[in-house]
């Protein structure tokens, strides 16, 4: 069964330091999809980076990385040089087509905290 | 601006009653989908739909009634049947169900009276 594990209830850092969200996740699927949203205090989640199976590159968007490994199933998140602004849940997702559509999976979020 | 209006924000149920949320997107997508989330919990697949006049439950779909008669619209009517509705009601919406990227509304919070 697909599974998206993200263990990390809630985390709390004072601004300006480093930040890595974890994200492991399960399938039996070759082919898949993972992504990462941010759901500010507004409550809309809002897409950052959506990366294939067979992509094993990481990737760099400003202040936010992503460490993709197969081999160990994560797909891992940091921020560098956290801001205020970054406070907000983040979750994990995996789209599942075993069925044939396509469905998404999603973590139960990473609650973050930047304090000032 | 292209995007997913969900109303209402806030939305009262009495015991016995049905009530429907409201979704639209003026973004020319096929596939909407309607979420469930709780607090500390992930987002749970209630219904989806890849195109018009065609839906499928999703993973907790009982208590829950939708329609898509309309590519914009996918209305969620909770029904009676619904024993806990009392939650964060997310809409989204995708240009095809093939692992696009998911756009959202700003969630309508259930509560029951």
């Known amino acids: 069964a697909q599974k998206v594990t993200q263990a990390q209830t809630e985390i709390s850092v004072v601004e300006k330091e480093d930040v890595t969200l974890d994200c492991v996740y399960e399938?039996?699927?070759?082919?898949?999809?993972l992504f990462w949203y941010k759901q500010p205090p507004s409550g809309e989640l809002v897409f950052l980076i959506r990366?294939?199976?067979?992509?094993?590159q990481n990737e760099i968007s400003g202040r936010y990385s992503w460490n993709f490994q197969k081999s160990t199933s994560s797909f891992n998140f940091t921020i560098t040089a956290s801001q205020v602004v970054d406070s907000a849940v983040y979750f994990c997702?995996?789209?599942?087509?075993?069925?044939?559509?396509?469905?998404?999976?999603f973590g139960t979020g990473t609650r973050l905290k930047v304090l000032a | 601006d292209g995007g997913i209006t969900q109303s209402p924000k806030y939305l009262f149920r009495k015991e016995g009653q049905n009530v429907t949320l409201s979704c639209e997107q003026n973004?020319?997508?096929?596939?909407m989908y309607w979420y469930r989330q709780d607090p500390g919990q992930g987002l749970r697949l209630i219904y989806y739909?890849?195109?018009?006049?065609?839906?499928q439950k999703g993973d907790i779909a009982e208590g829950y009634s939708v329609s898509r008669e309309k590519k914009e619209s996918f209305p969620l009517t909770v029904t009676s049947a619904q024993k806990n509705p009392t939650a964060f009601y997310l809409c989204?919406?995708?240009?095809?169900?093939?692992?696009?990227?998911?756009?959202f509304g700003s969630g309508t919070q259930l509560s029951v009276l």
């Open positions: 989204a919406s995708s240009m095809s169900s093939t692992n696009e990227k998911l756009f």
């Open positions: 399938t039996r699927d070759t082919t898949y999809y």
């Open positions: 990366r294939n199976s067979f992509d094993e």
């Open positions: 997702a995996l789209s599942d087509i075993t069925s044939g559509t396509y469905k998404y999976i």
């Open positions: 973004l020319n997508h096929d596939a």
């Open positions: 739909s890849q195109i018009v006049n065609d839906f």
